[in-house]
């Protein structure tokens, strides 16, 4: 008899290290994204000069969307099932980053501006999901 050990949680094919590595690749991506476009948004808005302060609140959720929402496109693609699930958490771990960057930067918001925040990028992140888990894969 041949004695092999098995290791579940770290084999190559196990579900947890799969969800773990799209997560993972997912929001990495995602936050790479996001500071590139908060650096293009920063310097065309110091190159236009002037813009009021509400605009700038829409700015940042719109790229914290799209940034959550290619998140959940890379993770659906790395973990090729679960769409949903893993960009949905990809947005929320983004979010949670971005969070986390504010209370460094001791930026203080509102409750409501937060959960919008919140809501905005995990349903982002989900429809990114979705929408690379929907696509259909190459027949070799």
Known sequence: MSHKKRVVAFSSTSPALT?????????IFGTIFCAVLLLICAWAI???GQIP??????????????????AGLVAAKVGKKR????GAICGVV????CLLAG?????IENAGAV???????????ALGG???AGKPTKIK
Do not use: P
């Open 19 to 27: 969800i773990f590595r799209a997560v993972l690749f997912g929001t």
């Open 46 to 48: 110091t190159s236009i």
């Open 53 to 70: 302060q509400d605009y700038l609140q829409t700015i940042i959720l719109g790229v914290s969307g799209v940034s959550a929402f290619l």
């Open 83 to 86: 769409g949903l699930i893993l």
């Open 94 to 97: 983004l979010f949670l980053i």
């Open 103 to 107: 209370m460094l930067h001791s930026q």
């Open 115 to 125: 959960l919008m925040r919140l809501i905005i990028m995990s349903l982002a992140g």
């Open 130 to 132: 979705f929408v690379m």
